[in-house]
């Protein structure tokens, strides 16, 4: 079956595979004096700036929070520390077979190892910042208890169905290169189209039903009920995001192995 080689080649060449990780991330700071702190400044930067812009505008906009200081802060950075991993995924996996066309081209590697590199590189990345937006809600008293642990099942959500679309747009890439353009694009307007900066409840109801067929609003919401409510997340919202995921993965996987052996030529 192809998703046991897969699995075997991903574990024959685990070596690989993490030493590529940490090659990339030291090496992308190897020169600064600042070093890994760069990796979270620009999404501190943007948290920063959405907080002291729409913080005082959006404050009244969430129901039974208003008692709590940082309540706008922790919705913000909970949406966008998680769309932050979504985005910095799928950029990297638009261009991993362009930006390892050399490793392609050998006949023997298992081009499955670029997605595993893409995917766990921007999981460092998140990592960072999620230690650090924990460590403030630690300061803050606004732990989120035990409710924490759903993270867990999200994230995992969340990297396959960021997978399944990334592997599906980054083959395409290869074969129409406006694709890693316009993904650029939609990831623009897609996070606009997410209830990160502003709630749902500031919207009008038929825009809430329009908000609805996006597949990153549940998701969000759920990372945001989790850090600002300090409950457990529904998991009624999530079903069809889980779905979609399903379908994302067999289309990227079977489109990715029907054309695998393509790519070198387009390379």
Known sequence: MPGVSMIRALWAYRGFVW??????FHGKYRESLLGACWSVANPLTLIVIYTVVFGQLMRHTLPGHEQTPFAFSIYL?????????FADMLSRL???FIQHGNLIKKASFPRVCLPA???LSALINF??????????????GHWPGWPLLAVL???ALQLLFTLGLGVFLGTLNVFFRDVGQLTTVALQFWFWLTPIVYTMQALPERVRSLLAFNPMQPLVSAYQQIFLDQSWPAVG????????TLVVLVLGGSFFLARVGELVDEL
């Open 19 to 24: 030493s590529s990780v940490l090659r990339e």
């Open 77 to 85: 950075c909970a949406g966008v520390t998680s769309w932050n991993l």
């Open 94 to 96: 638009n261009g991993v």
């Open 117 to 119: 590199i893409a995917t």
């Open 127 to 140: 990592g960072i910042v999620l230690g650090l937006f924990l460590a403030f809600l630690a300061l803050i």
């Open 153 to 155: 099942p999200l994230l």
């Open 237 to 244: 919202p999530l079903l069809p995001l889980a779905a979609l």
